[in-house]
């Protein structure tokens, strides 16, 4: 069955139109404005999905949801109250309004309060630029059911090891929003972000292995098909089977493109300003600084056509600009919202509710080049627990995936502890592979690690 979008448009998908969306905010910042608010700020969205689970060939769940909402922010002077509500009458706009207004009146003051500088938030033209975020799925559930279907069974085919199934999943997620603010910038649009995934058991009495694959896009036609899904999600639990133990030792790890993206989100939140300003941060006052080996380069792209994390605008309406963020290994930039920014006497870089679109710059080798690279080591392919200390940049986790000798995968570990520290690991980068997958906010390739504390479990 085909997957292709219906040429619909956004109105008929949604409860509200995004012109009313624009008439509800405008009447919050006018009644704030009356009530005798210095200023206010307002979101509204609205937004629906569908999800359906196929186990063992069989509809096990379908799930639907469909949610509405507004927030709002009011200041009087530097002190500042949120209220919000999921009713769209006007009475309750009005309400919601002094609600927001009664927290502002005893809330303590806070000179770093307030919205953004006027001159850098987006203007009307950038705010109303199209970056292809919204292709509506327009799928049943029997035809959702059925795209389930075929990636479990193509999973079960791949060999008769495959005993079981933790299900199929076929996920659209639609919604659009709102936001502006009494400085004169308003700005939204739709968005979409639609998934496929697969999760199959494999083995019998000598033992059981889990693995899971997905594929997700904010449009469908992008989705890898059922069939590459599911065939690939019984690879990787079959290749999981009789795991051995390994000795404590040091070795290179080389993170799988999944969990690397994972690397470059604890630098992240490292870097971005409530980290550095409350200094929970390993790498407060870094910028500037050599923070990881000097092949790294790390671009943020907020304005790719269709990509998962792109906007024109943050979350305090401040305009998205393309950014080099690390170049030759040395930090050239924070990740700032207005407020965070006043905290440390810096400028917003329009990083208010997280970074857009990092683009790791990935190195000559593919995977396979990766593995012979490191010629002996681990390749982690899962990993367990939360072992981060964001303060001293302590690295601990549990971890399972393969052991490697003579650059070739030799057998499945599990059970086991990586360690190191992120500092040093950011510093010990020896190649950046160039299998990128791209599932979020952040596209890397495999991240080679040159070396790392390996201990059984």
């Not at 059981?208 to 599911?230: F, V």
Request: proline share 3%; glycine share 10%; with cysteine.
């Amino acid at each position: 069955m085909s997957r292709k979008s219906a040429p619909i448009v956004s109105d008929a998908r949604f409860s509200h139109s995004l012109d009313t969306l624009r008439s509800l905010a405008q009447d919050v910042l006018d009644h704030a404005r009356q009530s005798g608010a210095s200023d206010c700020e307002v979101d509204v969205s609205e937004g629906f999905g569908q999800s359906v689970t196929v186990r063992h060939g069989d509809v096990e769940t379908i799930e639907y949801n469909r949610d509405k909402g507004i927030g709002v922010s009011v200041y009087l002077g530097k002190h500042r109250g949120c209220a919000s509500t999921s009713d769209f009458s006007r009475t309750a706009l009005r309400e919601t309004v002094e609600a927001a207004l009664n927290i502002a009146r005893y809330t303590a003051e806070d000179v770093c309060a307030g919205l953004p500088e006027k001159e850098l938030l987006a203007s009307r033209e950038q705010s109303a630029a199209d970056l292809d975020l919204y292709h509506p799925w327009v799928l049943s559930v029997d035809a959702a059911a059925d795209l389930a279907r075929r990636c479990e069974q193509a999973a079960f085919a791949v060999s008769p090891l495959v005993s079981n199934s933790e299900g199929a999943t076929v996920s659209i997620q639609e919604g659009q929003f709102v936001a502006a603010n009494s400085l004169g910038f308003m700005g939204g649009s739709p968005t979409s972000r639609h998934y496929l995934s697969c999760s199959v058991i494999a083995g019998g009495e000598d033992g059981m292995q889990r693995d899971d694959w997905y594929s997700t896009s904010r449009d469908p036609e992008q989705i890898a098909s059922p069939e590459a899904i599911g065939d690939y999600a019984a690879r990787r639990a079959l290749s999981r089977l009789g795991p051995r133990r390994i000795k404590t030792c040091k070795a290179p790890v080389l993170f799988e493109a999944p969990l690397a993206a994972a690397l470059i989100a604890s630098f992240v939140h490292a870097v971005s300003g409530g980290s550095l300003y409350r200094k929970t941060s390993f790498l407060v006052d870094s910028l500037g600084k050599r923070v990881f080996s000097d092949g790294v380069r790390i671009d943020e792209r907020p304005h790719l056509p269709g990509a998962l994390a792109s906007s024109m605008f943050d979350n305090d309406g401040v305009a998205t600009r393309e950014r080099a963020v690390v170049v030759g290994g040395e930090l050239q930039g924070y990740f700032l919202s207005a407020y965070t920014a006043r905290k440390l006497g810096m400028r917003t870089t329009g990083n208010a509710g997280g970074c857009h679109n990092l683009i790791v710059q990935p190195g000559a080798e593919d995977f396979p080049g990766l593995l012979k690279k490191m010629g002996r080591g681990l390749l982690v392919t899962e990993l367990l627990g939360h072992g981060i200390n964001y303060v001293t940049g302590d690295y601990s986790r549990g971890a399972a995936g393969y052991w490697v000798e003579g650059g070739e995968i030799r057998h499945a570990v599990e059970e086991i502890t990586i360690a190191g520290n992120l500092r040093d690991m950011f510093l010990n980068i020896a190649a950046v592979g160039n299998d990128v997958l791209v599932r979020g906010s952040r596209q890397v390739g495999s991240i080679l690690v040159s070396e790392m504390k390996l201990a059984a479990g």
